[in-house]
């Protein structure tokens, strides 16, 4: 089975403090992701990576910066964490599809999420 | 661009009964698409997915889903709910071809009453 884990359940964080959010998958997939779920507003893509040291921009990158030193690992991080920044978030990976159609056949594979206030 | 409508953002139903959770996508080409659950206080995890042939998909705890590519809907059902299908439904549209990325809708919340 693929295991998505990330490194707290839980986080409570005071405004102006570094956040690390660490995401780790035994799967050797490729791509990782990271999200983050609000009510109403479903998954909104932050970064995702496509290959170690690689990252690119998702819909709502402002105030978040990524890191993928290692295949396994992608971490998110908030540089000075600001009270809109509480919220759920969600780390993924998959496989990369090698096929010819123009989208990829894989599902992402989820972690448990991490719920981080920031007061 | 494509996109994601859920049309319904909380269904209540009561135990046995059937449902249908509404989903629209809009899309010039052919596409790959999925359905996700989030039991409460977990990550999402893959109910479905629908990459060609049969327009009827069948998953996991007894879900199924039909697409129809005339009206651009991929409607999740299930003809008898419990409990504990109690969760958000996430449906899912796969944009791009080498990294996996996903658009998804905004969610719906299924409610099962005794």
């Known amino acids: 089975d693929v295991k998505v884990t990330q490194s707290s359940r839980y986080l409570v964080k005071r405004t102006g403090e570094k956040v690390f959010l660490e995401c780790v998958q035994d799967?050797?997939?490729?791509?990782m992701f990271w999200y983050r779920q609000d009510p109403g507003l479903g998954l909104r893509l932050i970064y995702f990576?496509?290959?170690?040291?690689?990252?690119e921009k998702g819909d709502i990158p402002e105030g978040y910066s990524v890191s993928r030193e290692k295949k396994e690992r992608f971490s998110l991080i908030l540089e000075s964490a600001s009270t809109n920044q509480t919220s759920m978030y969600l780390c993924?990976?998959?496989?990369?599809?090698?096929?010819?159609?123009?989208?990829?056949?894989?599902?992402?594979?989820f972690g448990p999420g991490t719920r981080l206030t920031v007061t | 661009a494509q996109s994601v409508t859920q049309l319904d953002s909380q269904v209540p139903v009561f135990e046995e009964a059937p449902v249908e959770l509404r989903c629209n996508y809009s899309?010039?080409?052919?596409?790959?698409l999925f359905w996700y659950v989030q039991y409460p206080n977990q990550g999402l995890q893959l109910l479905l997915k629908?990459?060609?042939?049969?327009?009827l998909v069948k998953g996991i705890n007894g879900f199924e889903a039909e697409f129809n590519k005339s009206q651009t809907s991929f409607h999740l059902r299930k003809p008898s709910v419990h409990i504990s299908d109690t969760a958000e439904y996430f449906c899912?549209?796969?944009?791009?071809?080498?990294?996996?990325?996903?658009?998804f809708g905004q969610g719906t919340e299924l409610s099962v009453k005794p």
């Open positions: 899912a549209v796969s944009v791009d071809n080498q990294g996996g990325k996903l658009i």
């Open positions: 993924a990976s998959s496989p990369t599809d090698l096929g010819f159609s123009p989208f990829s056949s894989y599902e992402q594979y």
């Open positions: 899309s010039s080409v052919s596409v790959y």
């Open positions: 799967m050797d997939h490729e791509n």
């Open positions: 990576s496509y290959d170690v040291k690689m990252k």
């Open positions: 629908y990459l060609s042939g049969s327009t």
